[in-house]
């Protein structure tokens, strides 16, 4: 069974940091190009940040979170993660990850992260 789940949201002041986590299982995680997604109330769901499966080093991230978001996975614990640091109010939102490999996708629950003072 393909699980995809994510933790680490809360609530948070501005310019603090938050570390999402995202445990995969039921696949094969390091062939997997992982992708972080974020979909704030009223908006379309958008794209974070991504990183390429095993073998390739190539991360790729959405310009409003550049330079202030990071992320890494760990193939050996099937886990991917997004260090968020200097978080803004409009970084408020549902946090989803995404396993792609070509045409199969897999998605997690999502998990809220509000910035907030």
């Known amino acids: 069974q393909v699980q995809l789940v994510e933790s680490g949201g809360g609530l948070v002041q501005p310019g603090g940091s938050l570390r999402l986590s995202c445990a995969a299982s039921?696949?094969?995680?390091?062939?997997?190009?992982m992708r972080w997604y974020r979909q704030a109330p009223g908006k379309e769901r958008e794209f974070i940040a991504s990183i390429a499966s095993a073998g390739y080093i190539s991360t790729n991230y959405a310009d409003s979170v550049k330079g202030r978001f990071t992320i890494s996975r760990d193939n050996t614990q099937n886990t991917v993660y997004l260090q968020m640091d200097s978080l803004k109010p409009e970084d408020t939102a549902v946090y989803y990850c995404?396993?792609?490999?070509?045409?199969?996708?897999?998605w997690g629950q999502g998990t809220q992260v509000t910035v907030s003072s």
């Open positions: 039921g696949f094969s995680f390091s062939r997997y190009v």
């Open positions: 995404k396993a792609q490999n070509g045409p199969i996708e897999y």
